[in-house]
């Protein structure tokens, strides 16, 4: 499934459903390689929730429906091939119907064979509040992209920076994800920030900055749920050195820092006469280590507040969710009354703040303007946006 093709109503029943069992969801998410820019295959439907203390649990989805020819029975070997790979604990195979052995043979296997029907059944028996939200929400994106087609056509940009945003979810360490997604963040507001009286470019632009930022929060939850157990000095210090040297050995970077000095100074050394080699002062040696990026105390600040509330905070990224694919992108009123997700909530309005907090960082980390992505409601900070991160929670 390409990122841009919408599926049917099909499809995002099947969304709805992940979400309304508790989880943030996706479509379309690229499964790449850590060497590759292209995808090998993609999972149709990719779904993850966070529980107490602080671990998680992935959902995935192979949806079968629009005339696709492929035996179920094929499907259900292909989705737990599929789950193997990328760690799921939850698998699911959708066709439109299922006979009981198709269910069976799935089930012996630990994949969930669900006709359509369940699921619609299931859906209606939800309450008014437990609607879809964000990119679920069918009204909203059902037609988003495909009205959007000829500008996407003649920006491959768009969909290469949405690929890389959307790849956070599954490539990489979380910390080197968190660098590559202020980076990215960083570039489509710069894209976005040139973009003039082209209103469905500046949307498709918007949308990307919109996944960067979600792709941060969840990327800090899933650093939360590694480092939950370390004393907040030993987590300070295994954030700073990664948000500096990402995947890279620090002892194997400090030691290339100190050849290079010592082959640089051997040069030119050698370039000077002999005679003269004796009145040349020897420069100080230089850092033997880098500096970590100048965001990295508030990343970690951000850290440790969601290390002493982690399902406030876990709250938050479905709330941010929300606020960035409904209320940023396509302009709606963010209330805790309208956040579907917040009806849950005993503490929706503390929900709606942490939500600000992800806002607030990564923004202030890219250097670019929280105004774009800032929602006028009850907030911490000032309604436009600015203020100081010390009235984060």
Not at 109 to 114: L, M, N, Y
Not at 287 to 303: D, F, K, M, R
Not at 317 to 328: N, R
Request: glycine share 6%.
């Amino acid at each position: 499934m390409n990122i841009f093709e919408v599926g049917g109503k099909f499809e995002f029943d099947w969304m709805w459903y992940i979400q309304s069992q508790g989880f943030f969801v996706r479509r379309a998410l690229p499964i790449v390689a850590d060497s590759a820019v292209e995808d090998a295959t993609d999972i149709d439907i990719w779904g993850i929730r966070f529980f107490p203390p602080m671990a998680h649990s992935l959902a995935v989805v192979d949806c079968r429906d629009r005339g696709k020819r492929s035996k179920t029975y094929e499907r259900i070997l292909w989705a737990k091939g599929m789950a193997a790979y990328v760690g799921a604990d939850q698998v699911y195979v959708a066709p439109p119907k299922a006979t009981w052995k198709t269910i069976d043979f799935g089930r012996r296997g630990g994949i969930h064979v669900v006709p359509y029907e369940i699921i619609e059944r299931h859906l209606e028996s939800l309450p008014p509040r437990r609607g879809a939200y964000g990119q679920a929400r069918f009204d909203l994106y059902r037609d988003f992209f495909a009205k959007r087609r000829v500008v996407l056509k003649g920006q491959p940009d768009i969909a290469a920076r949405l690929f890389e945003a959307r790849s956070l979810y599954l490539l990489g360490s979380a910390l080197t994800n968190i660098n590559r997604a202020i980076e990215g963040l960083k570039a489509s507001a710069d894209s976005l920030s040139h973009v003039n009286g082209e209103p469905e470019r500046q949307t498709l632009w918007l949308f990307d900055c919109c996944e960067f930022i979600a792709a941060f929060a969840l990327n800090l939850l899933r650093v939360a749920e590694e480092t939950f157990t370390l004393s907040e000095a030993d987590r300070k210090r295994f954030v700073l050195k990664r948000l500096t040297y990402g995947d890279f050995p620090p002892k194997k970077a400090e030691e290339i820092l100190r050849l290079s000095h010592q082959l640089a100074l051997a040069h030119a050394q050698h370039a000077v006469p002999p005679g003269d080699r004796p009145t040349i002062t020897i420069p100080a040696p230089v850092a033997q280590s880098l500096e970590p990026p100048e965001y990295a105390v508030e990343v970690h600040g951000l850290l440790e507040r969601i290390i002493q509330k982690p399902m406030l905070y876990w709250g938050g990224l479905k709330a941010l969710d929300a606020i960035l694919f409904e209320c940023i992108v396509h302009r709606l009123e963010a209330t805790t009354g309208n956040i579907a997700c917040l009806h849950e909530e005993a503490e929706a309005f503390e929900v709606m703040k942490t939500a600000k907090n992800y806002i607030a960082v990564v923004c202030d980390a890219a250097r670019i303007p929280r105004a774009p992505f800032w929602v006028k409601s009850a907030s911490p900070l000032a309604e436009d946006g600015t203020g100081s991160h010390d009235s984060l929670l």
